[in-house]
Nanobody, 127 residues
Framework: QVRLVESGGGLVQAGGSLSLSCVAS????????AGWFRQAPGKEREFVAA????????AYAHSVKGRFIISRDNAENTMSLQMNSLKPEDTAVYYC????????????????????WGQGTQVTVSS
């Protein structure tokens, strides 16, 4: 099973940017489709972005499309989420996920679609 550790969270003003990183270990990261989810207080964990094992295909939730960019470097066993034009509603704990399914065009991923999870990193956007 792949182990995942996120970093890069913090406090930022609305309109600002943050970049999250996820480092994988324990297994060959390039074998796995991967993604980012987030969970705000009192809400369910929701899909943010996904990337196929090759890095060729990506998918985004409608709420972040055009503002966030997911990428991966299989040689370094890392995945990133560049978040731009941040809004207060982006405030949440962000989780890295791997060992999941990926289907072209799909944007309704859930927790059940991924088997491995990181511990999360807090992102707070002030208004």
């Amino acid at each position: 099973q792949v182990r995942l550790v996120e970093s890069g969270g913090g406090l930022v003003q609305a309109g600002g940017s943050l970049s999250l990183s996820c480092v994988a270990s324990g297994s060959t990261f390039s074998r796995y489709n991967a993604g980012w989810f987030r969970q705000a207080p009192g809400k369910e964990r929701e899909f943010v972005a996904a990337i196929a094992w090759s890095g060729t295909f990506t998918a985004y939730a409608h709420s972040v499309k055009g503002r966030f960019i997911i990428s991966r470097d299989n040689a370094e066993n890392t995945m990133s989420l560049q978040m731009n034009s941040l809004k207060p509603e982006d405030t949440a704990v962000y989780y890295c996920a791997a060992d999941g399914v990926y289907s072209t065009g799909r944007t309704d991923y859930t927790e059940a679609d991924f088997a491995s999870w990181g511990q999360g990193t807090q992102v707070t956007v002030s208004s």
